[in-house]
């Protein structure tokens, strides 16, 4: 995936003067020696130029850490730390940073091998505090050299997405579609998050499809859709539409991305789009998403926005589902009870017209989309990608912006089923503990859309310490049977 970004992190240890300096200089190379072993050690840089003791001593490991190109930080206290130096060093790195301490080694050794780093980490936290400086710190972020090493590698995906959001554009075409305020949001928090918005009209994409008419890299693309497709492909006649609808995605990127090095797309997929364009943009949407560049429906900017977040995190492709319908009471019966640990209100059906990407459906096959076939010529409708989403791990969340433009967020983990969907689209039967609860007090009270990203593996701990980074304070997730919702009845 080429639009996420790289992360190398600069690992700088500090040390306060009234404390031996070895200790820090050992404990940095026993930390450093314990994630080589562990993890390939390509994504840390050692900075050697000093031990962190003072104002002076920052600014040379700022500039040593600039220069070797890293992007994120890890603070490292070896003791107790110098608390003005080494949050110092936070302020002025622009990039996400992360504090860790290391813990007491021997009891053979208290007297002058106690580096108080347990204590030291309190008044960093203080500090932080003092200076509106954000800094990512473990649960528990005081531990040995492979306890550190693990906490580091545990903050790469967090980086990731902190890094991404920096340098993000978003383009979208047109307005939403009507009877869609559902997916309205300001966009004055994105700015915030220093997120780029580029908006653009259908018209504008619409002149810029017709000039590709004709692309002399159709032939390539139409092959490649056919390679992917397989026996899956349903609509030969659609993917020469297709394959140039992609191109023209693929350039305007290229031509409007400007300074920023990473891009997300939404767009207004209906009611017009297929009349004019001659098809649905569904299956090129799934194309663009496996490739890490995600493209959301019916110009939902924060799903997007989510979708970028989650593929950072995991590194794979993420998805954008309606959460769309119960699962019939015969289905949970005969498939589910009994065999998966769920009651029926865990249960639910995530669904979307084609946008899935194919490596994360059971099979796929090209369709027509049939809710808007309702209304329009079948032939103007396809160019869906369907199939039952691959049973598996998944991670369901959203960052929404309130109308007041308050970020709020939510978060839970649970799985798709093996079980058949019966049905249309790109569609799965999913299961998260407590669904029916989280549905109403979170998802309802809370205002979200229907629309939610979806992640392909449990993320959820890596994308709670995305949004506390961000500055969210309102968080939801799946809270287990005991405790109770601030809107829940206790009587219910």
Known sequence: MNNIPKVKVGIVAVSRDCFPESLSVNRRKALVDAYKAKYDGADIYECPVCIVESEIHMVQALEDIKKAGCNALVVYLGNFGPEISETLLAKHFDGPAMFVAAAEESSTDLLDGRGDAYCGMLNASYNLKLRNVKAYIPEYPVGTAEECADMIHEFLPIARAVVGLKNLKIISFGPRPLNFLACNAPIKPLYDLGVEIEENSELDLFEAFKKHEGDPRIPDVIKDMEAELGVGNKKPEVLPKLAQYELTLLDWIEEHKGYREYVTLTGKCWPAFQTQFGFVPCYVNSRLAARGIPVSCEVDIYGTLSEFIGTCVSQDAVTLLDINNSVPADMYEDDIKGKFDYTHKDTFMGFHCGNTASGKLSSCTMKYQKIMARNLPEEV?????????????????????????????????????PVATKSFGSIGVFAIPEMGRFYRHVLIAKNYPHHGAVAFGHHGKALVEVFRYLGVEDIGFNQPKGMLYPTENPFA
């Not at 199939?387 to 967020?409: E, K, N, V, Y």
């Open 381 to 417: 409708t396809q160019g869906t990608l369907e199939g039952d989403i691959a049973p598996g791990d998944i991670t369901f969340f959203r960052l929404q912006s309130t109308a007041d433009t308050q970020l709020r967020a939510y978060v839970a983990q649970g799985e798709v089923l």
